[in-house]
């Protein structure tokens, strides 16, 4: 499902899901809070989608319990093309280490292979910060989660079976 294509964590990771939906479904289950809400760790992200746009996602009353602060990613629209690219900045407040570090670059291509199927990618520039791509690899443990490879199951999933692994 995830390949790291280098070495170090802190480059570039690519994951890569094979979907039983039709783009135009994939990319409102991204970019639609009602949707997105529904699927990984079940934070609301919020996109203003144009270049320039602001994109964040807010911690769940569950996380902030737990010490989540309320804006856990934030950071901006660098391009936009529905249903089948979109580039953004995405900056992690997970902890200090991630406040600390620069935003990286994370694309989304949604590429129908077949009428109704989706392969979806996603691409995670790293460079500049380890402890994000340590969060992001699904390698900082149990409590951290699953990072994409949780994010991206659990997309298919939803969009498959009409409920979350966490249902």
Known sequence: MSTTTATNLSTTQVFRVYIKADQKAVWDAITDPEWNARYGYQARTEY????????????????????????????????VDPPKRLVQLWHANFDPDTIAEPATRLTWELV????GMT?????????????TAVFVSGEKG???????SWILSDLKTLLET????ND
Do not use: C, N, Q
């Not at 129908?112 to 009428?115: C, Q, R, V």
């Not at 392969?119 to 402890?131: I, M, N, R, S």
């Not at 149990?142 to 990072?147: F, I, L, V």
């Not at 009409?162 to 692994?165: E, N």
């Open 142 to 148: 149990a409590e951290a989660g699953g990072g994409w």
């Open 48 to 79: 203003e989608l144009a270049p320039g746009g602001a994109y964040r996602v807010v911690s769940s009353p569950e996380m902030m319990s737990f010490g989540a602060p309320e804006v856990l990613i934030d950071g901006e629209i660098l391009e």
């Open 162 to 165: 009409g409920a979350s692994m």
């Open 112 to 115: 129908e292979k077949a009428p």
């Open 119 to 131: 392969e979806v990618t996603v691409t995670h520039e790293l460079a500049g910060a380890p402890a």
